[in-house]
């Protein structure tokens, strides 16, 4: 018997909801116990992670960030007289010019780096591609944790965090702390002086700095600016457990 619309919309459900099924991190408190529950966006976790993407991210982020302003002087801008230093014949030493050659100390250098523009062009859909990519694939890896939002009204006290790291045995990892938006808050004066954690606004987040992050802690508010942002999208998708 071929099945009918109505049953064909309920298995397309149904299917949907088997594959946003398991799309939940815990969250932690600052006290290290799991209070519950975040539920995740498929359309930035469950991608399809694509390795030649992610390595051509990598290759041009690294590319971009390169100042390129070493420069070096070649025999004519090296200071210094023009006269040849000694006569053509008669000395029994080598021929040479002035000093400024690059054979004598203080000369001028030879094929040395000059100033140059290192940038290279990855477009933005490429770029947020590569950002799900690597989001969806440290999720498999199990390597995203939510915290608490009650992190963000805690004592400055790098001693917290420590602990908090230790207790949900994270101290001895890297880990990227992804806020709401970077603002003078106690989290920032408390985690910043630890040497194994980096902080970045969910806005702000990118590929590389997650493939660097041994794990990427989010806190619960970043979640809805970090949907909002990429997706375009407002809507809540915090679900805790009671």
Do not use: C, W
Request: hydrophobic share 40%; charged share 25%.
């Amino acid at each position: 018997m071929p099945r009918t619309k109505k049953a064909i919309k309920a298995v397309k459900k149904t299917e949907t909801k088997k594959s946003s099924a398991g799309l939940t991190i815990p969250v932690y408190d600052l006290n290290g116990k799991e209070k519950g529950t975040v539920e995740l966006a498929k359309e930035i976790f469950a991608v399809e992670s694509s390795p030649k993407l992610l390595a051509q991210y990598v290759r041009v982020y690294l590319a971009n960030r390169r100042q390129g302003t070493a420069s070096t002087k070649t025999r004519s801008e090296v200071t210094g007289s023009t006269r040849k230093i000694y006569k053509q014949k008669g000395t029994g030493r080598a021929r040479h010019g002035d000093i400024k050659a690059p054979i004598f100390v203080g000369g001028g250098t030879v094929g040395g780096p000059k100033p140059q523009d290192y940038s290279l062009k990855f477009n933005k859909k490429q770029t947020k591609i590569a950002l799900f990519s690597a989001l969806s694939l440290k999720f498999k890896e199990q390597g995203i944790l939510g915290l608490s939002n009650e992190l963000m009204k805690m004592e400055a006290k790098t001693k917290l965090i420590a602990n908090l790291l230790k207790l949900i045995g994270l101290e001895k990892k890297r880990v990227l702390f992804v806020l709401p938006k970077i603002q003078k808050s106690n989290l920032i004066l408390a985690a910043r002086n630890l040497p194994n954690i980096s902080l970045i606004d969910a806005t702000s987040i990118n590929a590389y700095e997650i493939l660097k992050s041994g794990k990427v802690a989010v806190i619960e508010e970043a979640f809805p600016v970090l949907e909002k942002h990429f997706l375009g999208k407002n809507k809540l998708i915090n679900k805790h457990e009671n």
